[in-house]
């Protein structure tokens, strides 16, 4: 596999705050990003994708911002809740377009109460 | 949305033996599904890719005499662990492509 076996970073942030959760990715080339939400023991749940050719996008609560210059994704979750404590992955789609997807190293948010 | 389920959910075995985990697209047709695996606190890592009707394409790394894949129809494909060890205790999770991926629960296994 190619994804980086590094242990996870934890964001604390106080419940109400704005969360920025921030992912590198390694192939400049890669056309389409996607972010992950996994809850403990569950499979990943789909958050909110960007193509290549854009540079934000909005979902509710949610907003991806991309910056291919650094190779660079990031999430910004509104208005934190309890319920949106996880782990979060970014993950690439890198050519040629196969639906391979090479996941991020990911970063535990706590939300504080 | 598209719903994807595995089975078991979690096992326990024997050094040694061989565990089968199944990976179903519940009310969609998938030709492609990938199978992951993920170590505590680390982040998934491709295994292989798994096509309908042909052999599977394996990650750099990954044995594909241990880790035998079999995508037999459209809405099921098998990782079987053959002669498993304590180092292969992981949680394997698989996603069936419909447009886009959607993943599994995931499978805990613990080998003894």
């Known amino acids: 596999g190619e994804s980086v076996g590094l242990h996870l970073p934890t964001l604390s942030v106080q419940e109400g705050d704005n969360s920025i959760i921030n992912c590198a990715y390694s192939n400049s080339a890669s056309d389409y990003f996607i972010w992950y939400k996994q809850e403990s023991g569950k499979g990943p749940q789909f958050i909110i994708d960007?193509?290549?050719?854009?540079d934000k996008r909005q979902g509710q609560r949610v907003t991806v911002l991309l910056n291919k210059t650094v190779k660079h994704l990031s999430l910004q979750i509104a208005a934190t809740q309890p319920g949106d404590s996880a782990v979060y992955f970014c993950?690439?789609?890198?050519?040629?377009?196969?639906?391979?997807?090479?996941f991020g190293q990911g970063t535990t948010l706590q939300v504080k109460p | 949305g598209a719903v994807v389920s595995q089975h078991p959910s979690r096992v326990i075995c024997k050094s040694g033996t061989s565990v089968k985990i199944e990976c179903r697209s519940l009310d969609f047709q998938a030709t492609t599904m990938f199978w992951y695996r993920q170590f505590p606190k680390q982040s998934l890592m491709l295994m292989a890719t798994s096509n309908e009707g042909s052999k599977a394409t394996y990650e750099q790394g990954v044995e594909k005499d241990k880790f035998l894949i079999n995508h037999a129809s459209l809405t099921l494909s098998t990782l079987t662990v053959t002669s498993a060890h304590p180092e292969d205790s992981s949680f394997y999770i698989c996603s069936a492509v419909y447009n886009e991926q959607f993943f599994g629960p995931g499978t805990r296994l613990t080998v003894l």
């Open positions: 993950a690439e789609r890198p050519p040629p377009n196969t639906g391979k997807l090479i």
């Open positions: 960007i193509r290549s050719n854009m």
